[in-house]
């Protein structure tokens, strides 16, 4: 059965720097959106995507955010320069199509901020 | 911003028995979704009901919706162990851009 997957499972890096997720969605999808979830929290929405455009963004996705499909494949994260509360398992989701429908999540990138 | 609310936060059962879990949300919606997380794990859909749906089954699983009082329920019937998992409502607030907005959750223990 087809999944989304991500790199790396885990990732430390220290507070001012960059860094980048990555995430593969299902082949067929068109549609792709990040979440992160603050241990102990609710999953928070962050970015949505389609058509190499930003379709909807929360007040966290500020402009040290950035989204990227560099490729036909990958669609990435950039946190261009990490402060402490950034810590959060971040999750990529993917959907066919747009609006009522699910979305499948992949695995997650845990990433600490020292 | 609208806010999906479960409770109970925390459920513990014995394996064989009924759990209900139940959402309220604050805004309009066009469907409204649950999904399920096993500790450190991504999230796994379970199930979707639309916003002129009223009740909607799949397996063990059944949801309902009451639009009027801005809420859900999920009942998982018969329970196993491997049900042990937190459960997240999640609704689009009209968005039509796909944008999700997770409850706080339902942490599930089901004894074996």
């Known amino acids: 059965e087809p999944e989304v997957t991500q790199t790396p499972s885990h990732q430390v890096t220290q507070m001012g720097q960059e860094v980048i997720l990555r995430c593969v969605p299902i082949?067929?999808?068109?549609?792709f959106y990040w979440y992160r979830q603050i241990l102990g929290q609710k999953v928070e929405f962050l970015v949505s995507?389609?058509?190499?455009?930003?379709?909807?963004k929360s007040e966290i996705f500020d402009d040290q955010f950035s989204v990227e499909r560099p490729d036909g494949s990958n669609f990435t994260l950039k946190i261009r320069s990490t402060k402490l509360e950034d810590s959060a398992m971040y999750f990529c989701?993917?959907?066919?199509?747009?609006?009522?429908?699910?979305?499948?999540f992949g695995p997650g990138t845990r990433l600490t901020v020292t | 911003s609208q806010q999906g609310e479960e409770d109970p936060q925390a459920l513990s059962i014995q394996e064989g028995e009924n759990a209900t879990m139940n959402c309220s949300y604050k805004?309009?919606?066009?469907?409204l979704q649950w999904y399920r997380q096993n500790s450190g794990r991504g999230l796994v859909h379970l199930i979707l009901?639309?916003?002129?749906?009223r009740e909607k089954h799949s397996g063990r699983l059944r949801v309902t919706l009451d639009t009027s009082k801005k809420s859900s329920s999920l009942l998982i019937t018969a329970s196993r162990a491997a049900d042990t998992a937190s459960y997240f409502c999640?609704?689009?607030?009209?968005?039509?851009?796909?944008?999700?907005?997770f409850g706080q959750g339902t942490t599930l223990q089901v004894k074996p």
């Open positions: 989701a993917s959907s066919e199509v747009r609006g009522v429908v699910e979305q499948y």
């Open positions: 082949s067929n999808h068109l549609y």
């Open positions: 995507f389609y058509n190499n455009e930003i379709s909807e």
């Open positions: 805004t309009s919606i066009n469907n």
């Open positions: 009901i639309r916003s002129n749906e």
């Open positions: 999640a609704t689009d607030g009209s968005s039509n851009t796909g944008k999700l907005i």
